[in-house]
C-alpha cells in the first residue's frame, strides 16, 4: 500500500507542479472523505483514477512522462503505468471530466473544478463524487456507496440532490444495504 500512496502523492505533485487541474476519484476519493467520519472504516484500495480535462490531456501526457510514467491504452482505458516494467494494476488510471465513461452512462464525468483540498489533495466534492458513483453503479460502486452511507455521509436526504434515476439507485443501496 505504500507503493500506491506514493503513486498516488507523485501524480498529485507531477500535475500540481505542471499546473493541470484534476481531481482525485475512485477508492482514493471515498477513503478521504470516509475518513473524516471514521478512520477505522476506511478501505485501501490498490487504484490510483484522477479526472482530467480532455483540453489538458497533451500536457499531462508530457507532464507524467517526463516524471517517469509511461502511457499506455488499453482495453479502452488511458492510464499512466508507474515505469516501464509496471503492470495495469500498478498504473494511474484517467477519465475525462465532462465525458461518458460508457456510451450508456446515465451521466458524463464531473468537472474537475468540482474537486476541493481535502488531505492534501484535490478530491473530488462530496455530491460529484456519490453522482459519479450511482453513475457506473458497478460492484465495487455500490461497496463505496455503502461505506458511505455507513459513515453517515449520505442518507435518504440526498433523493432530492439527484437526478431520478440516479436518487433511485440510492435508495436501493439505502432500502437493501446488503443486496
Known amino acids: 500500500m505504500q507503493k500506491v500512496q506514493?503513486?498516488?502523492?507523485?501524480?498529485?505533485?507531477?500535475?500540481?507542479?505542471?499546473?493541470?487541474?484534476?481531481?482525485?476519484?475512485?477508492?482514493?476519493?471515498?477513503?478521504?472523505?470516509?475518513?473524516?467520519?471514521?478512520?477505522?472504516?476506511?478501505?485501501?484500495?490498490?487504484?490510483?483514477?484522477?479526472?482530467?480535462?480532455?483540453?489538458?490531456?497533451?500536457?499531462?501526457?508530457?507532464a507524467m512522462e517526463r516524471a517517469g510514467f509511461v502511457f499506455r491504452?488499453?482495453?479502452?482505458?488511458?492510464?499512466?503505468?508507474?515505469?516501464?516494467?509496471?503492470?495495469?494494476?500498478?498504473?494511474?488510471?484517467v477519465l475525462f471530466a465532462g465525458e461518458k465513461v460508457r456510451p450508456d452512462d446515465l451521466a458524463p464525468t464531473p468537472d474537475v473544478s468540482e474537486?476541493?483540498?481535502?488531505?492534501?489533495?484535490?478530491?473530488?466534492r462530496l455530491d460529484a463524487l456519490v453522482r459519479m458513483k450511482l453513475t457506473g453503479f458497478r460492484d465495487k460502486d455500490r461497496m463505496h456507496l455503502r461505506d458511505m452511507i455507513d459513515v453517515e455521509l449520505v442518507d435518504e436526504s440526498w433523493y432530492g440532490r439527484l437526478p431520478?434515476?440516479?436518487?433511485?439507485?440510492?435508495?436501493?443501496l439505502i432500502d437493501n444495504p446488503n443486496g
Open 164 to 172: 431520478p434515476a440516479l436518487a433511485g439507485r440510492l435508495k436501493e
Open 115 to 124: 474537486a476541493e483540498d481535502l488531505q492534501q489533495h484535490r478530491i473530488l
Open 73 to 93: 491504452h488499453a482495453k479502452g482505458i488511458d492510464m499512466f503505468l508507474d515505469g516501464p516494467g509496471a503492470k495495469a494494476r500498478d498504473a494511474v488510471h
Open 6 to 62: 506514493e503513486r498516488l502523492e507523485r501524480t498529485a505533485a507531477v500535475l500540481e507542479e505542471a499546473g493541470i487541474p484534476y481531481a482525485i476519484i475512485g477508492g482514493h476519493a471515498v477513503r478521504a472523505w470516509v475518513a473524516q467520519m471514521d478512520e477505522a472504516a476506511v478501505r485501501t484500495t490498490r487504484a490510483v483514477d484522477i479526472l482530467l480535462r480532455r483540453s489538458d490531456w497533451p500536457a499531462a501526457v508530457a
